[in-house]
T-cell receptor
Framework: DTGVSQDPRHKITKRGQNVTFRCDPI?????LYWYRQTLGQGPEFLTY????????KSRLLSDRFSAERPKGSFSTLEIQRTEQGDSAMYLC??????????????FGAGSRLTVL | SQQGEEDPQALSIQEGENATMNCSYK?????LQWYRQNSGRGLVHLIL?????REKHSGRLRVTLDTSKKSSSLLITASRAADTASYFC?????????FGAGTILRVKS
């Protein structure tokens, strides 16, 4: 297993277009997280899944954002009608929730979105 | 909120010195984690401290947690130039981690 993979690494799009990012977590991890990070800021929580169930979605997230995790394996994050403010690094992380409640996140390298 | 808030925002020290970063949060938590991010790279987990623990060590790292004050600190001893990075605390509550803006650490050689 090579860790958490994200694709594409870079995406440049025009305002109004739709974009989709894919995340392949570590295979034995049952939890998957999406974060967004802009320059000089910490990762901002977007949503997370346990297996195929989406447990929580940030209230800050507009309806233009949707995430899925079919079959509890890979996940996709789609942004519809992109805006310049969507330009950011989109980070995916996965974890295996322990009996103790501990959950250490393994992050991917991120997908950088630039909206022109 | 669950979000961690780190202090200071930036820290510049000489190689060999110790670096201390602080984190405050506002809700109850199950554990608190610290992560490091090198420029342009993904985050890497450093250490986790459970809510019933007060102190934890890992190599040159020492983490404390005071749940009554809702605060934590990360101490890096004998810092190295390679420790230059951003450091984030992440209070964890029912599996959800919320990160703060981080502390930028610069270690000068």
């Amino acid at each position: 297993d090579t860790g958490v993979s994200q694709d594409p690494r870079h995406k440049i799009t025009k305002r109004g277009q739709n974009v989709t990012f894919r995340c392949d977590p570590i295979s034995e991890h049952n939890r998957l997280y999406w974060y967004r990070q802009t320059l000089g800021q910490g990762p901002e929580f977007l949503t997370y899944f346990q297996n195929e169930a989406q447990l929580e979605k940030s209230r800050l997230l507009s309806d233009r954002f949707s995430a899925e995790r079919p079959k509890g394996s890979f996940s996709t994050l789609e942004i519809q009608r992109t805006e310049q403010g969507d330009s950011a690094m989109y980070l995916c992380a996965s974890s295996s929730l322990q009996v103790s409640g501990a959950n250490v996140l393994t992050f991917g390298a991120g997908s950088r979105l630039t909206v022109l | 909120s669950q979000q961690g808030e780190e202090d200071p925002q930036a820290l510049s020290i000489q190689e060999g010195e110790n670096a201390t970063m602080n984190c405050s949060y506002k809700t109850s938590i199950n554990n608190l984690q610290w992560y490091r991010q090198n420029s342009g790279r993904g985050l890497v987990h450093l250490i986790l401290i459970r809510s019933n623990e007060r102190e934890k060590h890992s190599g040159r790292l020492r983490v404390t947690l005071d749940t009554s004050k809702k605060s934590s600190s990360l101490l890096i001893t004998a810092s190295r130039a390679a420790d230059t990075a951003s450091y984030f605390c992440a209070p964890s509550r029912w599996g959800k981690l919320v990160f703060g803006a981080g502390t930028i650490l610069r270690v000068k050689s």
